[in-house]
């Protein structure tokens, strides 16, 4: 046998639509693990936003990972979008306030009634980063080699640089976003996956510190500094026309501000993925050309030039991206026109999602879909997410699997 590097699963943060992740995870252990000899292999986990929480929940579960994938899934589809978007009087005057510019007193005066910073309750995220980090459990599959590392990612609000909060057997070469060592901690997850405006910045180390999508959305370098050599990495957002969406109403809908929030926030999850992914091809295709051209020790010999200028080896990179396969605004409209969405949510949240949403879903659904934390759509997202993996079998079963020989080419999807 010809044994493979590391392996690890990257998980891009995109807010409700994290959900999606949940079904690729749930085919991962229960179809892709039982056709391996030597299982999964989870090495390597990072994680970004909703990303962090799940990787959080499978290092915590590394020995048992259907486990944590059966947690979170029951914990997104008992999501109550009234919930999870409870609007409160007081963040919204103290955020009108402070567009107004607020005297010292009266901040003094919302602070003590309670303002945090965030539009909406955040205790149903904090609960589900806590549920998400054991840390013995962490530590000690790190001591046991179980795993390798673990990564979330966060922004510190006071000079938004991205940093990556991580836990590893080694420390991991520092480029780019910093990485900082921790022992992970819930508060580390949910710094990740607190979005601005909406949920309040996290306190660390007396700093402050919130969503890391705002600066890494694909966390694949981190997984990449603590040694994972072949990566799953599953994205949420995917460029997908719906044919039911298409032709005059999304016209139409251009000019809707609602619309073109939707699409930045498209961009904004979507450019990453492919940037990232784009730099890990051309590294292999500059790898594969020096190897043809100057023979099988082309790699050590640029290997040993690059330590003598203090950088990182270059490896080549196995990866199989997945994303959905339908578009998940058309996917949210319809949610949130349907009587199931109707028996569930019955608040004002529910109400204003159902106005925006209004006769053409084209107009709105692609930003309520990032807000949408309602179980009932959580299970649609897992649904998607599970028959997406299916299709891609072959190609996961061959990149977490042990035996080079077994592979019939290297997966760059």
């Known amino acids: 046998m010809i044994e493979r590097g590391p392996s690890g699963v990257v998980l891009a943060g995109a807010a409700a639509l994290g959900a999606y992740q949940i079904g690729v995870l749930d085919h991962l252990v229960t179809h892709v693990a039982p056709a391996l000899d030597a299982g999964l292999g989870l090495e390597v986990l990072s994680g970004t936003s909703a990303g962090a929480i799940h990787a959080a929940a499978l290092a915590s579960n590394i020995d048992d990972p259907g486990a944590a994938v059966a947690k979170m899934r029951a914990a997104w589809t008992s999501l109550r979008l009234d919930e999870m978007l409870r609007p409160s009087a007081i963040e919204l005057l103290s955020m009108l306030s402070e567009l107004a510019g607020r005297p010292e007193r009266i901040h003094r005066i919302l602070q003590a009634l309670g303002a945090r910073g965030g539009l909406v309750d955040p205790r149903p995220v904090a609960r589900l980063a806590a549920q998400a980090v054991d840390r013995v459990a962490i530590g000690e599959h790190l001591r046991r080699r179980r795993l390798a590392g673990v990564a979330v990612s966060a922004t510190e609000v006071a000079t938004g640089r991205a940093t990556v909060f991580h836990q590893a057997r080694h420390p991991p070469a520092v480029s780019g976003a910093v990485m900082v060592p921790v022992e992970l901690a819930p508060e580390h997850v949910l710094a990740s996956a607190s979005m601005p405006v909406l949920f309040p910045a996290v306190a660390i180390g007396g700093e402050l510190y919130c969503d890391g999508g705002l600066r890494q959305m694909v966390p694949l370098s981190p997984a990449l500094h603590l040694g ?67 023979g099988a020790g082309f790699a050590a010999s640029l290997d040993r030039d690059l330590a003598s200028v203090g950088a990182p080896p270059v490896r080549p990179i196995d990866a199989v991206h997945l994303q959905p396969s339908r578009d998940l605004g058309a996917l949210a409209a319809a949610y949130v026109a349907s009587d199931d969405f109707a028996r569930r949510a019955r608040g004002a949240t529910s109400r204003a999602f159902r106005c925006v949403a209004g006769d053409n879903g084209a107009r709105g659904g692609g930003l309520l879909a990032y807000l949408l934390f309602d179980g009932g759509f959580a299970a649609q997202l897992i649904d998607l997410g599970h028959d997406d993996a299916r299709a891609r079998h072959d190609e996961l079963v061959a990149l977490f699997a042990q035996d080079v020989r077994a592979l019939p080419v290297r997966t760059q999807g």
């Open 228 to 294: 994972a050599r072949r990566v799953l990495v599953v994205s949420a957002v995917a460029r997908i026309d719906d044919d039911a969406f298409a032709g005059a109403a999304r016209r139409a809908a251009v000019a809707s501000p609602l619309y073109l929030a939707g699409k930045a926030l498209d961009a904004l999850f979507s450019d990453g993925v492919e940037s990232d992914l784009d730099r890990l091809r051309q590294v292999n295709r500059l790898l594969d050309a020096g190897t043809r051209r100057y």
